[in-house]
Nanobody, 125 residues
């Protein structure tokens, strides 16, 4: 199983980015899909997740109203649309898939089975 994350870059405060995570060789719909991020010197933290069916989404408080997680089953791809970016959003962003993730463990990185390699987002003026 491979998860390939892409879409990061250097942007200015207030700009937008869309991250993508393409999955190979797995049954896409069986997995809860999440995005985490890790800023320099900090622990990896939860950003957003989407349920197996796509009908439910969850967000870390600072992402609510600015970020949107979505998925395209036909392309085996999950997205993170990030708007109104702030310098505090600077981090390496990781996608993660978990077959057995339950709601109470959405924010627990150890609950996820597969991880992408990370894509760097830098927000700076």
């Amino acid at each position: 199983v491979q998860l390939q994350a892409s879409g990061g870059g250097l942007v200015r405060p207030g700009d937008s980015l869309r991250l993508s995570c393409a999955a190979s060789t797995l049954t896409f719909s069986r997995y809860v899909k999440g995005w985490f991020r890790q800023a320099p010197g900090k622990e990896r933290e939860f950003v957003a997740a989407i349920s197996r069916s796509g009908s439910n989404t969850w967000y870390e408080d600072s992402a609510k109203g600015r970020f949107t997680i979505s998925r395209d089953n036909a392309k085996n791809t999950v997205y993170l649309q990030m708007n109104s970016l702030k310098p505090d959003d600077t981090a390496v962003y990781y996608c993660a898939f978990g077959a057995g993730v339950i709601i109470s463990a959405l924010r627990d990185a150890s609950a996820y089975d597969y991880w992408g390699q990370g894509t760097l987002v830098t927000v700076s003026s």
